[in-house]
């Protein structure tokens, strides 16, 4: 079992900056790819950004590319979210997820999930 802990999620201005942390437990850290996802109310839960398991390859949905950077550092089981230049429309809870699988844009392929975080971003 692989236990999630998001963390650093608050409100925050639009045009703002915040950064988002997903630890991890376990000594297999390395084996998992690690993505993060989104969920506004009423919503569906929505892909944001992936990372490999070595952090050699990173993704991201069309709608962050460019103000979101998702980084690892496996000697503290540590994934970074950096999110830059927010919307409003970033308002959402944001979740880590782990997986050993290679489709990291599918929320379905992830195995294990943390509680979430809460980000609001005020316009």
């Known amino acids: 079992q692989v236990q999630l802990v998001e963390s650093g999620g608050k409100l925050v201005q639009a045009g703002g900056s915040l950064r988002l942390s997903c630890a991890a437990s376990?000594?297999?850290?390395?084996?998992?790819?690690v993505g993060w996802f989104r969920q506004a109310p009423g919503k569906e839960r929505e892909f944001v950004a992936a990372?490999?398991?070595?952090?050699?390859?990173?993704y991201y949905t069309d709608s962050v590319k460019g103000r979101f950077t998702i980084s690892r550092d496996n000697a503290k089981n540590m994934v970074d979210l950096q999110m830059n230049t927010l919307k409003p429309e970033d308002t959402a809870v944001y979740y880590c997820?782990?997986?050993?699988?290679?489709?990291?844009?599918?929320?379905?392929?992830?195995?294990?999930w943390g509680q979430g975080t809460q980000v609001t971003v005020s316009s």
């Open positions: 997820a782990a997986t050993k699988g290679l489709s990291y844009w599918r929320d379905r392929q992830y195995e294990y």
């Open positions: 376990g000594r297999t850290f390395r084996s998992y790819a």
């Open positions: 990372i490999t398991r070595s952090g050699d390859s990173t």
